[in-house]
């Protein structure tokens, strides 16, 4: 078992390394585009995107694998990356804070692992369950950044979209109570919707830049896998039909159009991070000026690596 795994997310500068405690997610997000990777496909049994927040599969072992692991991957061992230095995230591929976390608490001994070794942790998750975790994150505060994502602040439509992971309001409320004991934050606003008004971004990214957060991530909804056909019933079986038309005809190209929008909206604000896709499949639909524009916010070897 990899207890612990090389990471292109050094690309969106999350982290040249990823420790995922569980294959699948219970909070069955329909934007996310995880259940169409192959970590996920190739280890899930054979379930489709449409079992995604059905199943949780926890990684019998991965406890003692990390702890043998880390005997010899010590913090001077980390990779090094163009823009990363040595950061471990969790997770990537599933919430590690997912519901079932509460009772096997896989996180929480992966977490002790790492700290106690000396490495540097992000930990990203739409549950409000991290603030059990708080002892570990105070304790080592100098070497943690804890995040949290925030599309919108809409409770209700985050019952249809995101059913069970904590809502944005009760995700602000955790991310302010961490900041206020001295735990590094940050906010990744994604997916930003079709939908999503200016004036809503620069709201949230606003309120990141006050409570001090390192970074503010920015991303597009990406069409990947049936994410998109997902959403479109949810929005439809909760009368939202505006949402869900805009979610009918929101393809590659409106894609393109969005993330170039969204980056110049938000590229002046505090610690602002665009997350424009390292595959550059936006350059197809965009004018030259436009494409080089994105390009820039891009590691030069993106492509390499």
Same mark, same amino acid.
């Given at each position: 078992m990899d207890a612990i795994s090389p990471s292109q997310l050094w690309k969106k500068r999350l982290g040249d390394w990823v420790v995922n405690p569980y294959v699948g997610c219970e909070h069955g997000c329909l934007h996310c585009y995880c259940p169409a990777m192959p970590g996920v496909k190739f280890h899930n049994g054979g379930r489709s995107q449409a079992d995604w927040g059905s199943y949780l599969l926890p990684k019998d072992g991965i406890v003692e694998a990390l702890r043998q692991r880390l005997r010899k991957f010590t913090p001077d061992k980390a990779k090094r990356t163009d823009w990363g230095d040595g950061w471990v995230l969790m997770s990537f591929l599933t919430d590690c804070y997912t519901p079932a976390e509460a009772e096997l608490k896989l996180t929480r001994q992966c977490l002790e692992l790492l700290l106690d070794a000396g490495h540097k942790v992000r930990v990203q998750t739409r549950s409000a369950l991290v603030e059990r975790d708080f002892d570990l994150l105070v304790a080592h505060k100098d070497r943690v950044r804890l995040g949290t994502s925030l599309p919108y602040l809409d409770d209700a439509l985050a019952r249809i979209l995101e059913p069970r992971a904590t809502g944005p309001t009760r995700?602000?409320?955790?991310?302010?109570? &961490?900041? &206020?004991?001295?735990?590094?934050?940050?906010?990744?606003?994604?997916?930003?919707?079709? !939908?999503?008004?200016?004036?809503?971004?620069?709201?949230?990214? &606003?309120?990141?830049?006050?409570?001090?957060?390192?970074?503010?991530?920015?991303?597009?909804l990406n069409p990947k896998g049936d994410n998109l056909t997902g959403m479109e019933r949810a929005l439809r079986q909760a009368g939202r039909d505006d949402m869900a038309d805009q979610i009918r005809s929101y393809d590659k190209e409106a894609w393109a159009h969005a993330t170039l929008a969204t980056l110049r909206l938000l590229a002046g604000s505090r610690?602002?991070?665009? !997350?424009?896709?390292?595959?550059?499949?936006?350059?197809?639909?965009?004018?030259?000026e436009d494409a080089d524009w994105l390009r820039q916010f891009l590691p030069a070897n993106s492509m390499e690596k």
């Open positions: 995700r602000q409320k955790m991310l302010e109570q &961490a900041a &206020a004991l001295g735990i590094p934050v940050y906010v990744a606003i994604a997916p930003v919707m079709p !939908w999503t008004q200016p004036d809503e971004l620069r709201g949230i990214a &606003a309120w990141g830049g006050k409570l001090g957060a390192t970074e503010v991530f920015c991303e597009v610690a602002f991070v665009p !997350w424009p896709d390292t595959g550059r499949g936006w350059a197809r639909h965009l004018p030259a």
